[in-house]
């Protein structure tokens, strides 16, 4: 480097199983100046088991800012500094992102720790295409903005990756449902932990299935991609007659165009009338 900087890491730690950390990882937390935590409590677990006693400075969501310009001036001064989230890697779905820019824009060398990382650990036992895959992260909490985006979504011809917390783990798959149809998807829980599972079917065969489980823990959803080119809502309207004409029911024949071509659901249902 051409100026007195510190270095700023970013090391990768175990998403739930603590020997998923390389030994590169461990020699990088143990030689850092700093290891700035995005939460401390959960980080001394991993850091006493591997004997790491290192300052420790938190940058958790709600300080990430103020905390970012703490640990920048530390690495202006000369000290390296290692960053770390709760688990897998910062700035992926995770706070980070903020340090890691301004540390670029300033200079600072920001080297990578890789490891373990949920959303490939999934995909690699998913028996979906891994070829092109498009990574999502966290869809918005709020219903109408998850909605939008899964319509945004649902022609994407590539696999699609969603992590997704326990408490919206349901509307997040009725959703799915209602816009996606009964594509197939796998639902990975607690990737390396104790009650670690891998559910694999249709959306409405997870949907029954979990409701008859616990539901526990941090999801990654991996949906197929569309298989289907995308047609005009006049053209599926006309299907939907059709099918009625031999005696479906308007809801069965919505359900299963909506399917065949990832349409949503609501939608041509309320177009259906209209016609």
């Not at 909490?141 to 992590?163: C, D, G």
Request: charged share 30%.
């Amino acid at each position: 480097m051409s100026n007195n900087y510190g270095r700023l890491y970013i090391v990768s730690t175990p998403i739930g199983n603590l020997e998923d950390i390389t030994l590169r990882a461990i020699r990088t937390l143990k030689e850092v100046d700093f290891i700035a935590a995005e939460d401390t409590r959960h980080s001394r677990k991993l850091l006493n088991h591997y004997g790491i006693t290192k300052p420790l400075i938190s940058y958790w969501s709600e300080k990430e800012k103020i905390r970012s310009k703490e640990i920048m001036e530390k690495l202006c001064s000369g000290l390296s500094v290692a960053i770390i989230s709760d688990a897998g890697t910062p700035g992926i779905s995770d706070p980070g992102a903020v340090l890691i820019k301004g540390a670029i824009d300033k200079g600072i060398d920001v080297i990578p720790i890789p490891g373990v990382s949920a959303l490939i650990a999934a995909l690699s036992v998913s028996g979906i295409s891994t070829e092109e895959f498009t990574f999502i992260g966290f869809l918005p909490a709020k219903a109408a903005q998850r909605q939008k985006k899964l319509n945004e979504l649902v022609f994407e011809q590539r696999a699609l990756i969603f992590y997704e917390a326990p408490h919206r783990i349901l509307e997040t798959l009725r959703d799915m449902e209602e816009i996606f149809g009964s594509r197939y998807i796998v639902l990975a829980k607690e990737i390396t932990k104790i009650h670690e599972e891998i559910l694999r079917g249709t959306i409405p065969e997870i949907i029954d299935m979990l409701e008859t489980k616990t539901i526990a823990g941090e999801y990654v959803i991996i949906a197929e991609g569309s298989k289907r080119e995308k047609i005009q809502v006049d053209e599926a309207l006309k299907e939907i007659k059709s099918l009625m004409k031999k005696g479906k029911g308007r809801k069965e024949a919505v359900k299963i165009v909506a399917g065949q071509y990832g349409l949503s659901k609501k939608e041509l249902y309320d177009k259906s009338l209209e016609s």
